[in-house]
């Protein structure tokens, strides 16, 4: 292993996931839902979090893209979603959760998160999305025996950017922070990376965020995560951020 990085802690949506095949669809879901099937009210809320109708949308840094079910709830609620933010955060875990069958990994995860388990590296997953959701995911794609940390907005650990995640990884498996590799599709993944004092900051593109927008957080920006293994095992052959 390359520059005394020992572990790595993936975000889960844009990293792991490919954000707009999985997303997309589950957003329009969740706003039908919560405007209890008012059309022109589920267009508002899926606008004000930055989806559109078609489940796509422009702004990175929205609360679709980097918050969690209570930050999205608070969000709705707000701009006019019937009920309380307790029980439509519950609501939209549920959906979340039950959408994991649903959901378009960036390639054979097994295969890419096993090369680096075999290489010694210890594995983290760190999400806005709830803890039930993320390990429903390692169940799915077999990842059971690779990952050895999972952390959702409702662990106790605190929520993105803040550096609760990273920590709690950290003492989990009995590494420093200049030891963990974090990577994400966000700003907000690289700023809990920072907060943290972790030692590598990754930013990928399968997500939300853009190379231009990426670039000035992250010590390396790849095309996805299938580039993670290269990069750790010979760090000079890295693209630029």
Same mark, same amino acid.
């Given at each position: 292993?390359?520059?005394?990085i020992?572990?790595?802690?993936?975000?889960?949506?844009?990293?792991?996931?490919?954000?707009?095949?999985?997303?997309?669809?589950?957003?329009?879901?969740a %706003?039908?839902?919560?405007?209890? $099937? +008012?059309? &022109?009210?589920?267009?508002?809320? #899926? @606008?004000?979090? !930055?989806?559109? *109708?078609?489940?796509?949308?422009?702004?990175?840094?929205?609360?679709?893209?980097?918050?969690?079910a209570?930050?999205?709830?608070?969000?709705?609620?707000?701009?006019?979603?019937?009920?309380?933010?307790?029980?439509?955060?519950?609501?939209?875990?549920?959906?979340?959760?039950?959408?994991? %069958?649903?959901?378009?990994?960036? $390639? +054979?995860? &097994?295969?890419?998160?096993?090369? #680096? @388990?075999?290489? !010694?590296?210890? *594995?983290?997953?760190?999400?806005?999305?709830?803890?039930?959701?993320?390990?429903?995911?390692?169940?799915?794609?077999?990842?059971?025996?690779?990952?050895?940390?999972?952390?959702?907005?409702?662990?106790?650990?605190?929520?993105?950017p803040?550096?609760?995640?990273?920590l709690?990884?950290?003492?989990?498996?009995?590494?420093?922070?200049?030891?963990?590799?974090?990577?994400?599709?966000?700003?907000?993944?690289?700023?809990?990376?920072?907060?943290?004092d972790?030692?590598?900051?990754?930013?990928?593109?399968?997500?939300?965020?853009?190379?231009?927008?990426?670039?000035?957080?992250?010590?390396?920006?790849?095309?996805?995560?299938?580039?993670?293994?290269?990069?750790?095992?010979?760090?000079?052959?890295?693209?630029?951020?």
């Amino acid at each position: 292993m390359s520059d005394g990085i020992r572990a790595i802690l993936f975000d889960k949506d844009g990293t792991l996931l490919d954000f707009w095949p999985s997303w997309g669809p589950i957003a329009v879901r969740a %706003g039908t839902h919560a405007a209890r $099937g +008012d059309a &022109a009210l589920a267009e508002r809320l #899926l @606008a004000v979090a !930055g989806i559109g *109708l078609d489940g796509r949308r422009a702004d990175p840094d929205s609360v679709f893209a980097a918050g969690s079910a209570a930050d999205i709830a608070r969000v709705w609620i707000a701009a006019g979603a019937p009920g309380d933010v307790d029980s439509l955060t519950h609501e939209l875990d549920a959906i979340f959760c039950a959408a994991v %069958g649903d959901v378009v990994p960036v $390639g +054979d995860l &097994a295969a890419i998160l096993g090369r #680096l @388990a075999r290489r !010694g590296y210890r *594995l983290g997953i760190a999400s806005s999305d709830g803890e039930a959701a993320i390990r429903a995911t390692v169940e799915r794609f077999g990842l059971e025996g690779l990952i050895d940390f999972v952390a959702g907005w409702d662990s106790g650990h605190g929520g993105k950017p803040g550096p609760g995640m990273v920590l709690a990884f950290c003492r989990a498996i009995g590494v420093a922070p200049e030891a963990v590799a974090v990577v994400g599709d966000t700003l907000h993944d690289l700023a809990m990376a920072r907060a943290a004092d972790a030692g590598l900051r990754v930013a990928v593109l399968t997500g939300t965020g853009t190379r231009a927008r990426l670039a000035a957080e992250a010590d390396v920006v790849l095309g996805s995560i299938a580039e993670l293994e290269a990069l750790l095992v010979d760090p000079a052959a890295a693209p630029a951020p």
